[in-house]
């Protein structure tokens, strides 16, 4: 939940986001933080230079990692040197964002998430990915399609909502994401094959994207909002898999090229991981946003996912449901006014009333459809409000409890306290014998630690670590 949402939360904007809220059983949609603060390009830029800027502003700005950043040049120059065109000029941009996504522009720009570089398990995945991308750009893909400025136009859309109308911004950023990085299926399944072929010119492991391509189906099925988003835009993952995994085995036998493990954990040690505590951060059930100074506990049970609109909670089954963002109110409204004026179905009579809890003005009430029943709350904490919702499919049956014990949890957040947050990174350990998946997960501030920890590391459920491998954890 990043600070656009202080201007957001109008009637429509939120019926939209609660529709998808109730709809989504399996997982939670993850949207791309676009920052409100994101610096205007002004002057006399070149146009390439210009879409660069903002697209980098859209997507969270810029990652200094320079092991990582080095790394990746690196890997560049060898793949460009066994395409096709040996004559193109490459630049590799590594972007601020937690969700796992890979791009490039016509001009030979390149742009990784710190999200995919966290994913990908040594050189040769990173590799296969550069050099999928690349392809795009060789193949003329985004010429065909006069994809330059399209791409232009949406990077200048999303920046200037951004900038000037954050209720806009909300609604294009689903768009955003998904045509910053979209082409064809044909375009998608012949740059992979493409991509293949070069990565074992340049002397990688071929394996490296069938690999990749596994990981990142782990990713979007384990239901992290950060992983789905370059799923959204390519093909089924399985297909891709199969025709990659062909290529390799074409290109060469297993364990031939390079896969760099070792030198690729140790460039990636220490990156950011996971959300940025700017933009509210998710320990467990707790949520906490330093720069709003709010926090709140999730009834236990419940699994949270911060999202750029919203805190979006659902219990195991599915059946309860919890959502928590900013409201834009006009000065003077009163918060009965916030739930009547953003709540689309009919509040109960007598249900409206108000209170203060932590020395925090609230306003409740109780809305009971066909469905769902909801309990609904309206916080004010200095000039913002914020809305908890909580939901619960068959019928109350104890959400009035859960729902109090979650409202009492809301509180404000001291300029002390919010110093202390720190973001995640990744730590890059070694295992000793006895060591598990389990027993290395448990050290990870996470939700869902073991899963995250699987997929970090593109292991199975079942499979035995071996001692001596190096694994990646996140750690604060």
Request: charged residues 25%; proline residues 4%.
């Given at each position: 939940m990043n600070r656009t949402l202080q201007r957001t939360g109008t009637r429509v904007a939120g019926s939209i986001l609660l529709m998808g809220w109730l709809a989504g059983c399996a997982g939670f949609d993850s949207n791309v933080s676009l920052p409100a603060d994101a610096p205007r390009v002004v002057g006399a830029e070149r146009p390439?230079?210009?879409?660069?800027?903002?697209?980098v502003a859209a997507f969270g700005g810029e990652l200094r990692a320079p092991e990582a950043q080095r790394l990746l040049n690196d890997i560049t120059k060898r793949l460009v040197a066994a395409s096709d065109r040996p004559d193109e000029a490459y630049q590799v941009t590594i972007l601020n964002s937690p969700v796992v996504n890979a791009f490039a522009l016509p001009n030979g720009r390149l742009y990784v998430t710190r999200g995919l570089l966290a994913l990908a398990n040594d050189e040769a995945e990173i590799a296969a990915v550069l050099s999928h991308e690349i392809a795009h750009v060789t193949l003329r893909h985004a010429s065909q399609r006069n994809e330059l400025q399209a791409r232009s136009t949406l990077i200048k859309r999303v920046t200037e909502n951004v900038l000037n109308n954050a209720e806009e911004a909300a609604l294009v950023q689903n768009q955003a994401r998904s045509t910053l990085a979209s082409f064809s299926r044909a375009q998608e399944l012949e740059a992979d094959q493409a991509g293949v072929k070069v990565l074992a010119r340049?002397?990688?492991?071929p394996y490296g994207a069938p690999r990749f391509l596994t990981a990142l189906g782990r990713s979007a099925t384990g239901g992290s909002d950060a992983s789905a988003d370059m799923m959204a835009s390519h093909p089924n993952t399985r297909d891709r898999i199969a025709l990659a995994l062909q290529a390799a085995r074409r290109a060469s036998a297993p364990g031939i090229g390079d896969s760099g493990r070792p030198d690729y954990l140790s460039a990636i040690d220490g990156i950011s991981y996971g959300d940025d505590p700017a933009d509210g951060v998710v320990r467990g059930r707790r949520f906490i946003h330093s720069r709003l100074g709010v926090a709140f506990e999730a009834p236990e049970g419940f699994t949270l996912e911060n999202t750029s609109q919203a805190v979006l909670g659902a219990s195991a089954d599915g059946t309860r449901r919890l959502l928590f963002d900013a409201a834009d109110t006009p000065a003077?409204?009163?918060?009965?006014?916030?739930?009547?004026?953003?709540?689309?179905?009919?509040?109960?009579?007598?249900?409206?009333?108000?209170?203060?809890?932590?020395g925090l003005p609230v306003a409740t009430a109780l809305s009971v459809g066909k469905e769902?029943?909801?309990?609904?709350?309206?916080?004010?904490?200095?000039?913002?409000?914020?809305?908890?919702?909580?939901a619960s499919r068959s019928g109350n049956n104890g959400l009035d409890a859960q729902f109090q014990r979650t409202l009492d949890s809301v509180r404000?957040?001291?300029?002390?306290?919010?110093?202390?947050?720190?973001?995640?990174?990744?730590?890059?350990?070694?295992a000793q014998p006895g060591d598990t998946a389990q027993s290395l997960a448990d050290r990870m501030p996470v939700d869902r630690p073991l899963d995250r920890f699987l997929q970090l590391n593109g292991l199975d459920r079942n499979e035995a670590l071996r001692a001596g491998e190096r694994y990646k954890i996140a750690v604060e």
């Open positions: 390439r230079d210009r879409d660069h800027e903002r697209l340049a002397g990688f492991d003077g409204q009163s918060l009965e006014e916030v739930l009547r004026s953003t709540w689309n179905d009919t509040i109960e009579p007598g249900s409206l009333s108000t209170t203060t809890i932590n769902w029943t909801f309990r609904l709350s309206a916080i004010r904490i200095g000039n913002t409000t914020y809305r908890l919702i909580m404000q957040v001291q300029p002390d306290e919010a110093r202390m947050i720190r973001p995640l990174r990744l730590k890059i350990i070694t």
